[in-house]
């Protein structure tokens, strides 16, 4: 089929508060506004902001563990939220879920096997044997040795309970996999072997990822395409070497410089951003960056930026550094690579 496998449609995710006595408004969590992507077979768009900014959200939504307020999700065309039991079963094989606590996210009390099949043998009987087989066969597709599979979760390492964890996720043959911070909980060497595992993975299966991180040097590892959000809306999606080579969001510019270097003879912006992320159930009028940004002009304070196409594939929401004028891209009105705020 042609066209993106993914296509999220201004997708916009609020959480109602409890209402308290003689209130006439229900206070609400804007956990998500108008988020727009698509991600293409064998492709992996990173959606990528500080904690808070939305990004789980996405992937509750993504993978209906949550009903959107507004917004489409759909899959090779098809809207997932009209689909009903049936064809909502065949839709959950299609999309699949690897999560930051591998410890938490598996049964303790099943075996390694157990626990790979489990999935499976929700939709099909399966044999002894067949059972056995496919745990084998996904173990080592993982990089873990067959024997494992008569192992608890106790048993086995951080790194080893993340690989059971994607062996779980492709018992099913998924055409997506929606990753939540899949690394974060796991030590910096063994985050690079469960990255390289799933790159292999990618090349060897043709599966798409939506890979969820707070890490830039995540993303930039894995990343074909990344999404920066901010309190719950993408400010910048970008290729992911235009985002790295030259941010041209004022907050994108903020995180990149902020990240730690390798490298310290590497040029990096002592920038930082000031303030606090605003809360999301009474966020700035405007653009909301704008309390934090220090290119923030009058119109920032008004009018909600759109996300304006600036150059071979990238989207930018921002009044001063991609301002849309009848529709069309203007040239970049101040010089990317400003810093932020010299400390
Ligand atoms: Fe800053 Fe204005 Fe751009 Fe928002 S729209 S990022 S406040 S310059």
Redesign the pocket.
Known sequence: MSGPLLRVENLTKHYPLAAGFLKKTIPVVRAVEDVSFTVDAGETLCIVGESGCGKSTVARVLMRLAEPTAGRVLIDGTDIAGLKKHALRAYRRRMQMVFQDPYASLNPRLTAGQIITEPVENYERLSRNQCQALAAGLLEKVGMSPEMMHRLPSELSGGQRQRLGIARALSLNPSIIIADEAVSALDVSVQAQILNLLMDLQQNLGIAYVFISHDLGVVEHIGHRIAVMYLGRI?ELAPCEALFAKPV???TEALIAAAPVPDPTRFRLEAVVEGEVPSPINPPT??A??PR?P???E??RIEV?SLVPIDDGRVV?????APAANGKAQPAA?PVGTPMCSS
């Open positions: 400010v969001h004022p907050y405007g653009c960056f704008h940004c290119l923030a002009a119109r920032c930026p929401a921002c009044h001063v550094r101040a």
